[in-house]
């Protein structure tokens, strides 16, 4: 039996194409844009292509995201924080934490050996912890988004940066380039920071080993180095990160249908 | 007649229209007292108001919180009055009920209409850093009010003593000097001592009303329990108080003993913390969808209400003086009575440790029964939110799951209402409660 | 100028002098926030008494405990407790004041064990003759407590003793504080907030030492820049030392500025007035506290910080005054509107400023600037 889930994120819309709860058959994304319906229907039609499957050959859709209620074709649907958990723990059996870092929230959450939600937490009002910060970083340091990882592992000194709110830590970046800091130091202060502010969010909920990164950011290598370093043991990136939200969906969408 | 939607049989409050007149006719009296000679004046919630009540029976009342929540309900003049105190030059972080309040005066409107009824004297209590200094600030916007606040942080209860009491006592004392001076009216102990009782059996009872939602189903869920609650944080030294609040009391029993509930498909039973964002109460009709009730509150409970601990532990409405066979002679006596009595209230004691609120808040989980707490994390008030992290701790190591909020009671801007909607979307599944219910 | 020195590193170097205190006198160290401890008792009974300050350093340990919107200040003390770096304290204790800063102390106790701690209900209505017998009461309970701590009596000769030491050092620090009514001030703001803050974690005889050294020479000292324009400090907790670093090294010929007073928590509030004369110790202790120059939770009904504030800016020529304002802090937000209102009232031009942990040093140099531009136009007319 195929399933489908769908994760309507704040960017990207995810598909992930799933047989039998067990076997990943396609992934796709697309950007969500203006047209979110548009959007979901080619990220959708991509992932049947890559799995040489038909629509009519999909049984249940479940949707996730913060778009989850509005998704096309999703019969039901499951929020972000219970889709992370499933989506972890199938990749890796051992999660007992996740850490989802995407464009526009953090969360961390805490989870049992079946996926089931113990305990969660979202970056409140008052954090500059998501992507969308490290795009405007990006900018404000004229560097790609894909190079400020990079940049920052090459940082010999570390300048502290509060990024309290983020608007602050906008204008200390500001500070610290007409102090004639490099670009490399700069980038890993901005990771520094940002990791401040996830690193309290994990506490919040508390952490227990295996620890794992889902969502776009954990692409960057800096950051989960400096994830590591703050909370003193070792944090995996699971396989194509910013899938496990929609794998997630579409093993609860496996549930849904019946498949044990 | 008690309706059969789902698993229990509900039933509208018939107090309703009641506790709505007596509000209205509340903010009536005190904007038109002087037309028939009397006094108007404005203080806190948590305000002595049985003591102005000796100046006369045409004395008015307005408490500043109440009316600051008044103007929340309402977002396009909440938000006119918070752009005017901030423009006024103070900070967004302050509390959002009394910017609110601020900004009314600003703009000399007032919520229930009308131009801004400028109080005659100021009587205020003062526990969390704004109380006196709300204060202070309304009479410089008003180009001066006599202005009387007293200081009531004195420890938490277990610590009282003698000398604390004096404390208090005798700030009281000089207190009612000021009253005579200020509205050349002669102290009438009398009237004093009538507002004391009718201020212990208010809160005493409005605590025997909270007990009833121990039972399962429970009769009341907790939106509807701010439109009862609000009475005692009007005027909970008024005689109409004291006696509605017997009424619902009786009204509340008859629905237990019918099996009438609150919810028609009660099976998750929350309680929340701090004030609700008063813009958005539909959060609580939504936890209906889940078949989830919030019964009630350490909030609810205590910012009147008067409790204490049985000898078999269950938190209990606390006995009115009158009910230990204390009897209340004279001035000093009544005084007296009404400091140890408020002393007690359960909203004071975190502002010593908040330990001693998440004690509070572990037996209100028990005892009420509860699979989960939700706290509001409110930004719009220090005071209640003071200490709120580690309550959280606390009832998570008691083993109760706890959902968390941020928000604002006061101030619409500072809340997200799609992102609290998804929390509690993610808190439900936590608890496994589908969304099923209309 | 080494007699400056001292206190630097007294600062800097707060738990080592703390911990080395601790080997040379075999007595206890008290950690205690907000500045309306009273000391004298602590002192009498060979207890040191030591102010928790915070380090100025992002962290990530905090958010478990206290609400993000709760001041920087708070959760910065806090923070200190949780990284271990006061594990040598043998007693932690607040005077009542404000709410934030009353979670670090609560949150502590809770999670770092302290074998001592205290809670004291300082009154907020210091304006009432009825605070009077009330703190008198609740010192009486204090001394009891830190005599069971102690295990010895605190004797009346005790208390004379502390009494006069603390006193000696306000009296040392007003002398201080003095020279810089003059035309140019021989010491800098920078250097008196350095001076004030180890005031708050020293032994008061080692701190009234090194202050008579330092007013002995300072007379022969000149500073290499002028004094500038006379500035003035109004705050909430402020110990921002690269603040006034960088106000007080700006270009000395466009914009040379000196700090000559200060009305905040870290600095004059804390040690303005003195201990009167009273034969009964415990109720010229309780005076004290009640009368010393408000924090803006006790500064009600009347508002007596007004007037003491434009006092200061009289008496020690100020021509503008920074309000060093801490994110959040609700007292001071308080009053600082009417504040600013007062002083412009009488000419004196203000800039506000919202500290944090870390501060976007280059963005507040631009307002200073500015700032210290529009003083000097004032002037040319």
């Known amino acids: 039996m195929i399933t489908a889930g769908i994760d309507m994120g704040a960017k990207n819309i995810k598909v992930v194409l799933l047989e039998d709860g067990k076997k990943i058959r396609a992934r796709a994304q697309e950007l969500g844009g203006t047209d979110t319906r548009g959007a979901t229907e080619k990220a959708f039609n991509a992932a049947l292509f890559q799995a040489g499957l038909k629509m009519a050959d999909v049984s249940h859709v479940t949707s996730t995201g913060a778009g989850r209620a509005n998704a096309p074709y999703a019969q039901d649907n499951v929020t972000e924080v219970g889709a992370a958990a499933r989506g972890a723990v199938f990749v890796h059996p051992a999660t007992r934490t996740v850490i989802d870092i995407g464009a526009e929230e953090g969360k961390t959450l805490r989870c049992d050996a079946a996926g089931k939600v113990i305990d969660f937490a979202v970056n409140e009002k008052c954090a500059a912890g998501a992507g969308s910060f490290m795009e405007s970083m990006a900018r404000a340091l004229e560097v790609k988004l894909e190079q400020l990882g990079p940049l920052a592992m090459k940082s010999t000194n570390s300048i502290p940066m509060n990024a309290q709110c983020a608007v602050f830590a906008e204008s200390e970046v500001v500070t610290l380039v007409h102090q004639k800091h490099s670009k490399e130091d700069i980038a890993r202060a901005v990771h520094d920071a940002i990791a401040d502010r996830i690193t309290s969010m994990v506490r919040k909920v508390g952490f227990e080993n295996d620890v794992v990164l889902i969502g776009g950011v954990a692409k960057n290598p800096a950051f989960v180095e400096t994830m590591k370093r703050n909370l003193e043991t070792d944090v995996l990136v699971l396989e194509e990160p910013e899938y496990v939200g929609a794998l997630g969906a579409a093993l609860v969408a496996a549930e849904n249908a019946g498949v044990k | 007649m008690a309706d059969k939607k789902g698993k229990y049989p509900t ?11 007596i509000r209205e006719d509340y903010y009536k009296d005190y904007a038109s007292a002087h037309e028939k000679g009397g006094l108007r004046w404005a203080g806190g919630a948590w305000t002595f108001d049985a003591i102005p009540a000796g100046l006369g029976d045409d004395v008015h009342p307005i408490t500043s919180e109440p009316y600051g929540a008044s103007c929340a309900f309402n977002k396009e003049f909440s938000l006119k009055c918070l752009e005017a105190t901030e423009k006024a030059g103070y900070a967004r972080d302050l509390c959002a009920y009394m910017r609110n309040y601020w900004g009314s005066i600003l703009l000399n409107q007032f919520a229930f209409g009308g131009p801004f009824p400028k109080p005659d004297f100021l009587w205020q209590d003062h526990i969390c850093c704004s109380h006196a200094k709300w204060y202070q600030v309304v009479s410089e916007l008003e180009g001066g009010i006599p202005h009387f606040s007293i200081d009531v942080s004195v420890g938490p209860e277990h610590e009282i003593n003698a000398n604390k009491i004096d404390y208090i006592v005798g700030q ?17 102990d009398n009237l004093l001592i009538k507002a004391v009782k009718n201020t212990c059996r208010s809160t005493s009872t409005w605590a025997k009303i909270c007990e009833l939602n121990k039972t399962v189903p429970a009769p009341l869920d907790e939106k509807s329990m701010y439109s009862l609650y609000v009475l005692g944080t009007l005027q909970k030294s008024s005689q109409e108080v004291a006696d509605f609040y017997e009424e619902v009391y009786a009204e509340v029993r008859d629905r237990v003993a019918r099996g009438i509930s609150a919810t028609p498909n009660e099976r998750c039973r929350v309680m929340s913390d701090t004030q609700p964002p008063w813009g958005f109460l539909s959060v609580f009709r939504y936890l209906e969808k889940f078949g989830t009730v919030s019964i009630g509150s350490l909030y609810t409970f205590g910012l009147i209400g008067a409790w204490e601990v049985a000898p078999d532990g269950e ?15 004279d001035r000093d006596k009544a005084l007296r009575v009404l400091t140890e009595w408020e002393l007690h209230k359960p909203e004071w004691q975190h502002f010593y440790s908040p330990h001693l609120k998440s004690d509070m808040m572990i037996r209100i989980a028990k005892q009420w029964k509860l699979n989960g707490v939700m706290l509001h994390y409110n930004r719009g008030c220090e005071g209640l939110s003071l200490g709120i992290a580690e309550n959280r701790l606390a009832l998570l190591k008691a083993g109760y799951p706890v959902m968390v909020f941020e928000g604002n009671m006061g101030d619409e801007r500072e809340f997200d209402m799609t992102r609290t909607m998804s929390r509690i979307d993610s808190f439900m599944e936590t608890l496994q409660m589908k969304k099923e219910f209309e | 100028m080494k007699e400056i020195d001292v206190f630097r590193e007294w600062k800097n170097k707060r738990h080592d002098y703390a911990r080395d205190w601790q080997k040379r006198t075999g007595g206890k160290v008290m950690g205690y926030f907000c500045t309306y401890v009273p000391e004298e008792i602590l002192y009498a009974a060979g207890v040191l008494p030591v102010r928790v300050l915070g380090s100025h350093e992002p962290q990530n340990v905090t958010e478990p405990h206290i609400f993000a919107m709760f001041c920087p200040f708070c959760r910065d003390c806090l923070a200190q407790g949780l990284k271990g770096r006061y594990k040598y304290l043998d007693g932690l204790m607040i005077a009542q004041s404000c709410l934030h800063i009353r979670q670090a102390y609560t949150s502590w106790i809770k999670h770092v064990p302290v074998p001592f701690s205290y809670y004291l209900c300082m009154p907020h209505k210091v304006q009432s003759k009825r605070a009077y017998p009330y703190l008198r009461g609740e010192l009486e309970e204090f001394k009891k407590a830190v005599e069971k701590w102690t295990g010895k009596e605190i004797t009346d000769k005790a208390l004379k003793e502390a009494i006069a030491v603390y ?14 009514k003059q035309a140019e001030p021989p010491i800098s703001g920078e250097e008196v907030m350095e001076i004030s803050m180890a005031q708050q974690m020293t032994d008061k005889k080692e701190h009234n030492e090194a202050l008579r050294k330092l007013l002995s020479a300072l007379p022969k000292r000149k500073r290499d820049r002028p004094a500038g324009t006379r500035l003035m400090i109004i705050g909430s907790e402020d110990d921002d030392i690269d603040f006034l670093h960088m106000v007080e090294s700006l270009n000395k010929e466009q914009y040379a500025a000196t700090f000559v007073v200060d009305e905040h928590c870290t600095g004059s509030r804390y040690f303005w007035n003195d201990v009167p004369e009273d034969k009964d110790l415990l109720m010229a202790i309780a005076r004290r506290y009640i009368e010393r120059p408000p924090c803006p939770t006790k500064d009600w009904e009347e508002r007596k910080r007004i007037p003491h504030i434009m006092k200061l800016a009289k008496d020690f020529g100020v021509a503008g005054a920074i309000i060093m304002q801490q994110k959040f802090c609700d007292p001071h937000e308080l009053d600082n509107v009417v504040i600013r209102k007062e002083l412009e009232s009488k000419g004196l031009k203000t800039l506000f400023l919202e500290f944090d942990v870390t501060v976007p040093i280059g963005q507040f140099r631009i307002r200073v600037e500015a700032f210290l531009e529009t003083i000097k136009q004032d002037d040319l007319f």
Request: glycine share 6%.
């Open chain 2, 11 to 21: 039933e509208p409050l018939k107090c309703w229209d009641k506790a709505k007149k």
């Open chain 2, 172 to 188: 009281m004392h000089d207190g009612i000097e000021f009253l005579e001076k200020t509205t050349g009216r002669k102290y009438q």
């Open chain 2, 315 to 329: 938190w209990v409405h606390r006995k009115t003086p009158m009910e230990q066979g204390v009897s209340i002679n």
């Open chain 3, 167 to 180: 006193n000696e050092n306000r009296r040392l620090m007003r002398e201080l504080y003095d020279t810089r």
